[in-house]
């Protein structure tokens, strides 16, 4: 009851700030709004979807209501909703609607707009959204970082900024089933190593052995949390000179190998270091028994890069013994339609298996054409999520720890930066119409220079010991060995 009158109180205080508004006239059609959330599905834990109108105006009110509240706001610019508010309104709306009614203000007059949905779900989000943060070009970084946000509001806060490493590349960051506990990251240059968080405890590795291709790159945990696969890749880039494709990014060559968490070795199959084939983008199988991987015949590069296609494909992983079944099976064949697939993700439920398909190659950031597909495991059907395709770019996706949830890069926008998307997934497999990562003010995606990269839910903040990770980075890492 405390709470209950809080919030009714801070409703009628709120409400007495907005003046009561005459409609002169009502528009036939909804609200065209930015960010688009007319009838996007949401967590009942999302922190407000704060939008405006396309639209020349002084003034908005705002009316929000569900079945048992309501929330009245009237400001200058654009919705700013708030946040505890916004919070109530949502717990009383899990399974069912919000309704939204918006009003512009017009040379003194009120217009008003036919209502919008969105609909509240009772499946909730992780807590928290880890990325990195990045100049879109890709060839210099001069500055980034990986940064972590809070996802009931909108807290961010730093895990790694590259202030720390001059001249330093942070990237690659990887979590155990969405566990800020147990963590990989790559810092690249002169004092970098692999960033390795077990249950909070902290190594920086040396990854680069006499008889491995290069460092540590792609990772993927193990859901033992125990190995980590990891690629082996000798990259490179090359800049277009039209103005629709502007960075292509292939591999002269690349491998996949596991590491052994406990024992310090890297674990090497064969059928995943081929001289004659391109191995990349390693994910483990929720049971932890399969590795899924991408796999290429093997071309002259970069002369030959529009040739290359990458098919989905699959090995036996044994976790007690560590060791590799000898069957790779292609699950698969986008060689056969031209197509090439990268980033596999099971989904942690184990029914699907999601990737992005483009043209060609495995760089899928600058591809227009990329597009996010579903395998369904038990009927191995592939599908386009047609739900959540544009126009541009969708790329890299990750799933939430219920497989409710995936948040996904896309170049939507401008075509020019990522930004998250998150959309919801039900017991069928029906995609909700998805929605852009909520900002506290609008114009943040319009004033922001960087792009979202990798975007990874966790179940909480990742807390690294900045002065001991900068110790160990000037120390002596430790270096990793070979499986005999």
């Avoid at 919070?87 to 512009?104: F, P």
């Avoid at 004092?191 to 052995?209: D, F, H, I, Q, S």
């Amino acid at each position: 009851m405390k709470n209950l009158f809080i919030l009714i109180s801070a409703m009628v205080l709120l409400n007495a700030c907005n003046e009561t508004i005459k409609v002169k006239e009502t528009y036939s059609s909804a609200p065209d709004l930015y960010p688009d959330y007319n009838g996007v599905t949401i967590p009942f834990n999302i922190a407000p979807l704060n939008f405006k109108v396309n639209d020349e105006y002084s003034k908005i009110d705002v009316v929000l209501e569900s079945k048992s509240e309501s929330l009245h706001i009237q400001q200058n610019e654009f919705a700013d909703i708030p946040v505890d508010s916004w919070k109530e309104l949502l717990n009383s709306s899990k399974g069912d609607s919000i309704r939204i009614t918006v009003s512009v203000q017009k040379n003194n007059a009120w217009y008003a707009y036919q209502p919008f949905y969105i609909h509240v779900c009772e499946d909730a989000v992780d807590d928290y959204l880890a990325y990195r943060l990045i100049a879109p070009g890709y060839e210099v970084y001069s500055k980034m970082g990986i940064y972590q946000r809070s996802l009931q509001d909108f807290e961010q806060d730093a895990i790694y900024e590259n202030t720390l490493v001059q001249g330093s590349c942070v990237n690659c960051h990887s979590f155990k089933q969405g566990s800020a506990k147990d963590m990989s990251m790559h810092i690249r240059g002169k004092l970098g190593g692999t960033v390795l968080l077990t249950n909070n405890k902290m190594e920086v590795l040396k990854t680069k052995t006499d008889s491995t291709l290069s460092k540590f790159v792609y990772p993927y945990w193990h859901p033992s949390g125990n190995y980590i696969a990891y690629t082996l890749n000798d990259t490179h880039q090359v800049f277009h000179s039209s103005n629709n494709k502007r960075v292509e990014v292939f591999d002269n060559a690349s491998d996949v190998i596991v590491y052994d968490i406990n024992k310090n070795e890297i674990i090497k199959c064969e059928a995943l270091m081929s001289d004659s084939v391109f191995e990349t983008f390693p994910s483990f199988s929720p049971d932890g028994k399969t590795l899924y991987f991408c796999s290429a015949k093997m071309e002259v590069m970069p002369m030959e890069y529009t040739k290359v296609h990458y098919n989905l494909c699959s090995i036996g992983f044994d976790p007690e013994s560590g060791t590799f079944s000898n069957k790779v099976d292609t699950l698969f064949r986008a060689a056969d339609i031209g197509k090439s697939v990268t980033f596999p993700r099971p989904s942690p439920d184990g029914k699907y298996l999601m990737f992005t398909l483009v043209d060609y190659g495995n760089f899928s950031i600058w591809h227009k054409e990329a597009d996010l597909y579903l395998l369904n495991t038990e009927t191995n059907q592939v599908r386009s999520i047609n739900e959540v395709n544009s126009d541009d770019t969708e790329s890299y996706h990750s799933w939430s720890t219920n497989s409710k949830w995936f948040v996904f890069s896309s170049r939507r926008l401008d075509g020019l930066y990522t930004r998250p998307f998150i959309a919801h997934i039900d017991n069928e497999g029906k995609v909700g119409k998805p929605f852009l990562l909520p900002q506290q003010n609008i114009s943040h995606y319009d004033d922001l220079l960087f792009s979202y990269n990798i975007p990874e839910f966790i179940t909480e903040k990742v807390n690294i010991d900045i002065p001991e990770l900068e110790k160990k980075l000037e120390g002596e890492k430790k270096q990793v060995g070979i499986r005999q």
